[in-house]
């Protein structure tokens, strides 16, 4: 049978290729062979499904999906476009390196990027469980092997890549090699938690970013730290301002000439025309940064743009459009 497919035309400038080449989290870039592969829980957090994802030359993005019979289509393609930020204008974007000769400059470098997001968060809550106190790229194998055993594995583009358990599945785990007791009790309450619906994308994004941060820090394991990281890159939230990430103030204060530090006020004012996308801002400046102040070559730096305290730093923005 044909598997079942799906098209996103991107609104604005966006490349896939340079979504595949940003690790972060559990995510590792790997070598660039035109597909990015991707596994994961569907929202609901009941199914997984494996999708190829490739980019045609009039830049609109292809997706082929590997389910069980019966897979909401739509539904998947509205996940991937979350994932990838293509449920925004991009053109928004845009507009803000015209008018902010900084922000344009590195567009310029880093042309088409847009910040990639986890799954769900769902599986950026359990990511953040897994990876506290603990070496990111040990985790890493750690949840390979650990999507390997309890996940459905799909074949996707001549490779392997299993997705992360369900959260049904998750809770049937009683003990796992190199994950302490302590964390497989931390993610059984990660998965009680979306069970219950309180991980759910369109609940948090409802609740906006304070709210859902005060809300995920009553999971047992998810701190201001880790609240923010799901928040800003496991939810959807496109105009979070960070204005507590020290990463981010530092490159701010170079690329804008300024003396360091700069205050969180400070920080507010230069990124008031960033908005409404002030979140894709800061990714683009933590990752090209470093290029244009002439500090690094080669692969874009993709550090995570956290904040330690939330309700200091986050302000609403807009919800996300609907996928196109």
Known sequence: MTPPT????????FSLALAAAFGFGQRDASEWDGVLRLAFCMDGYTMQVGIEVRQD??????GTVSAPDGVDVDAVRRQVARV?????????????GERDPVIGRLQQ???????????SPYEAAAWSVLSARRPAR?????????????GTVFELGGQRLAAFPTPEALLDIATFPAIPADKISRLHGVAE???????ASAHLLELGPEAAAAEL??????????????????????????????????????????????????FAEI?????????????????AGPRLLGDETGVLETQTPNSRTLAASARLGRRPASAS
Request: charge should be neutral.
């Open 57 to 62: 030359d009039n830049g609109a993005v292809h």
């Open 138 to 150: 040990e985790m890493m194998a750690v949840r390979q092997r650990l999507s390997e055993a309890h």
């Open 193 to 199: 938690a979306a069970i219950a619906g309180r991980l």
């Open 217 to 266: 820090q009553q999971i047992k394991g998810i701190g201001p730290f880790y609240s923010s990281l799901i928040v800003i890159r496991g939810t959807g939230f496109a105009d979070v301002l960070p204005v507590a990430e020290p990463r981010a103030l530092a490159l701010t204060a170079r690329l804008y000439g300024l003396d360091e530090p700069v205050s969180a006020a400070r």
């Open 271 to 287: 990124a008031e025309p960033w908005k409404p996308v002030r979140t894709w801002a800061v990714v683009l400046i933590r990752a």
């Open 6 to 13: 799906f098209t996103i035309m991107p609104s604005g400038p």
């Open 109 to 119: 470098i880093a042309p088409g990027l847009r910040p990639p997001l986890f799954y």
């Open 84 to 96: 990838l930020s293509l449920d925004h204008d991009g053109n928004e974007f845009s507009a803000i």
